[in-house]
């Protein structure tokens, strides 16, 4: 299944400042009987987000009108827990199409990276500036270059660089998950196959 591409993304943010966020927590165990990769943005930290009665937690700040935009900012160690690509499936139903945190889980990074959620890993230290500046300004925003592979705060120009596996970043650029990669190199594979049958 073929994903938007990224390039650079510049957006208002939503900040969930909680450290240690795990999977269960992102999608509810209950949540994942579904095999098709929607709906699941309806549940979204659905335990924190509704009363047992349905009705919205209003300090929850997803049901908070006042953040909005296309960029999650989580605390440290984002995504722990049980390995559920359904709680990156979940990110991307819901309309985020980057989590930036001082550090994921290496699991669910790899899930994010598989459908076409960026995660972008900054310092503690400019993880902090970020939660600072959207709580100034809730309308702060971010531009996140993956071809530059960095992030800036467009309001004071302040920048840091980040990571990314090459491969998966080539991916992400062109829209791709592993099975577009292979279907856009498929002449290359046949002739390679080809020259071993001489």
């Excluded at 943005?41 to 296309?70: C, E, H, I, M, Q």
């Excluded at 359904?86 to 459908?115: E, P, T």
């Excluded at 920048?159 to 279907?183: A, C, T, V």
Aim: aromatic letters at 12%; proline letters at 4%.
């Amino acid at each position: 299944m073929a994903y938007d591409k990224f390039n650079i993304l510049t957006s208002s943010a939503v900040p969930l400042p909680i450290e240690n966020v795990d999977t269960d927590q992102i999608i509810p165990a209950r949540f994942l009987k579904a095999t098709k990769r929607e709906g699941f943005g309806d549940n979204l930290f659905r335990d924190w987000r509704y009363n047992g009665d349905n009705t919205p937690k209003a300090d929850f700040v997803l049901n908070d009108k006042t953040y909005s935009g296309k960029i999650l900012v989580g605390g440290k160690n984002f995504g722990s827990g049980s390995s559920r690509e359904h709680a990156a499936w979940a990110v991307y139903d819901y309309g985020f199409r980057a989590v930036v945190s001082s550090f994921f889980a290496d699991i669910f990074k790899g899930n994010c990276l598989n459908i076409g959620v960026l995660p972008v890993q900054v310092s503690p230290e400019f993880a902090d500036t970020i939660f600072k500046a959207i709580e100034a300004d809730p309308n702060t925003q971010l531009e996140i270059n993956l071809e530059a592979q960095t992030i800036t705060l467009l309001a004071t120009g302040q920048q840091e660089s980040f990571d990314i596996n090459g491969y998966k970043k080539n991916n992400m650029l062109n829209g791709f998950d592993d099975i577009d990669y292979l279907q856009n190199i498929k002449e290359e594979i046949v002739t390679f196959a080809d020259k071993q049958l001489i």
